[in-house]
């Protein structure tokens, strides 16, 4: 398939993306809430349950594995990636290697990765992996940040990785987190998300990539998680997050997947959902969450064999959710 088609097959009407692709570190610490140890047989366990769950290729599309999980097999043998490929679903593959502090710039971080990267991609891609991702992170708690710097040093890492991506027929998801970390208001994540979309569609062009062969996973313009008003309504939230975007995100990029942030599973969906309400839009608006997606099913399997079913329902009924939020066809009274 050309990446113009992966990407639009990726952001299908009812269809968006499950974000399964933390690291070491971030997978401990969400075992260590259910109380589960991290090894890498229950890593494997417990994405081999998500990956199981029947009727999932509804609404999801495709599936952001970490290196670890691209390479594993499920307890019978099958590779990981044949689960999901003989039900439909795109194998993707994070590729970036985290942050680093970002020299001369106090509080701000780069994302690394890039050495290598082309020789990596071609190895993922004979692994089965049709598109990939890249998270650059930007910090707002705090009056002078993000410098112009930190965003144009994060736009030139995501463009030159989008550009690779491309050589080797991958396509990219540029993801330019803003995080929900701090009491700021939902004008001043406007203000900050306009200018990192700004800086990164930019260097995107500078770099050549083809907008209509990438996707962009963004965050929601949304109030900081300790802001005084406290949380703002989905119908506001719906209003910036277009507003901002129909300003700076190019007609040309088929679909915008939007990552959950820490907002709660329910206020994912709903927010999601008033975006479409609010339809049509020049892109497909949909979803790569991690933690909105998986929380419940956490919850649920809480480590044992003995919660898979338990678990797969609770997954299942977040993806079918938050497919009928990529139509507006939600309602609170379907939780
Ligand atoms: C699933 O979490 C992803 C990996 O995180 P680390 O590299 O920190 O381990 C993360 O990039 C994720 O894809 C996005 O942040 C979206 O996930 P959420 O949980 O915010 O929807």
Redesign the pocket.
């Known amino acids: 398939m050309r990446i113009q088609d992966v990407a639009r097959a990726l952001v299908a009407p009812g269809k968006g993306i499950l ?5 070491g ?3 401990k610490k969400r075992f260590d809430g259910i109380g589960t140890e991290s090894t890498e047989d229950r890593r494997r366990a417990y994405r081999e349950m998500l990956f199981r769950t029947k009727g999932a290729a509804e609404n999801i599309s495709g599936v ?1 594995l ?1 290196d670890e999980t691209i390479r594993q097999n499920a307890a019978d043998g099958t590779p990981l990636v044949k689960l999901l490929q003989d039900e439909g679903i795109i194998p993707g593959i ?1 590729v ?1 290697k ?1 942050i680093v502090g970002l020299h001369g710039a106090a509080g701000e971080s780069v994302t690394e990765g890039l050495d290598g990267l082309g020789a990596r991609l071609a190895e993922y891609r004979e692994l089965g992996a049709q598109f990939a ?1 890249w ?1 650059a992170v930007i910090d707002i708690a705090g009056d002078d940040i993000p410098s112009d710097y930190c965003l144009d040093a994060n736009s030139a890492a995501l463009a030159r990785y989008a550009a690779l991506c491309q050589q080797e027929g991958i396509v990219p998801i540029v ?1 330019p ?1 803003v995080l929900m970390d701090g009491s700021h208001s939902i004008e001043r994540c406007f203000e900050v998300t306009h200018r990192a979309l700004r800086s990164l569609f930019s260097a995107l062009l500078d770099q050549r990539v083809a907008l209509d062969g990438c996707l962009l ?1 963004p965050n929601m313009v949304i109030p900081g998680k300790l802001h005084a008003g406290g949380r703002a309504t989905p119908d506001a939230i719906a209003e910036a997050t277009i507003r901002c975007f129909r300003d700076v995100v190019p007609a040309a990029v088929p679909g915008i997947v939007f ?4 907002q709660s599973d329910e206020e ?1 969906t709903a927010n999601l959902d008033a975006i479409n309400k609010r339809g049509p839009h020049p892109w497909a608006f949909s979803f ?6 998986q929380a419940p099913a956490l919850k649920a399997w809480l480590g044992s064999d003995d919660n898979i079913e338990a678990g797969q329902a609770a997954f299942a009924k977040r993806a079918k959710l938050n497919g009928l939020a990529t139509s507006g066809a939600y309602s609170a009274s379907m939780e």
């Open positions: 974000a399964a692709d933390e690291s570190g971030t997978i952001i970490f994070k970036d985290g991702k998270r993801e987190e996973k990552l959950s942030g820490g994912a790569s969450y991690g933690r909105a997606l």
